[in-house]
Nanobody, 120 residues
Framework: QVALRESGGGSVQAGGSLRLSCTAF????????MGWSRQAPGKEREAVAR????????DVTDSVKGRFTASHDNAKSTLYLQMNSLEPEDSAMYYC?????????????WGQGTQVIVSS
């Protein structure tokens, strides 16, 4: 059974940084994708970043390019999202997601979410 455990959210002023972590449990091979999505109040959930673990191929959504970096530590089965130059518009609940196979637009498995609040 796959499980995801997130940590690292919090409150920060605009221009600051946070790092989110998501540890995956239960995957039996490296043929899976992990990523981050976020949802702000009153808005739809949007994909932020994804990594295909088998190859390390990464992509991030345009609105965070140059500010957010996704990385994965294979030994720890942990996905990170380094968020720099945070803006109030980045405030949202951030969810870790994962699934076997290629990256898609949604996730088979979800974490519980971690709150990010950016004040101006």
């Amino acid at each position: 059974q796959v499980a995801l455990r997130e940590s690292g959210g919090g409150s920060v002023q605009a221009g600051g940084s946070l790092r989110l972590s998501c540890t995956a449990f239960g995957f039996t091979n490296s043929n899976y994708c992990m990523g981050w999505s976020r949802q702000a109040p009153g808005k739809e959930r949007e994909a932020v970043a994804r990594i295909y673990i088998g190859s390390g191929a990464t992509d991030v959504t345009d609105s965070v390019k140059g500010r957010f970096t996704a990385s994965h530590d294979n030994a720890k089965s942990t996905l990170y999202l380094q968020m720099n130059s945070l803006e109030p518009e980045d405030s949202a609940m951030y969810y870790c997601g994962a699934q076997y196979g290629s990256c898609g637009s949604t996730w088979r498995y979800w974490g519980q979410g971690t709150q990010v609040i950016v004040s101006s």
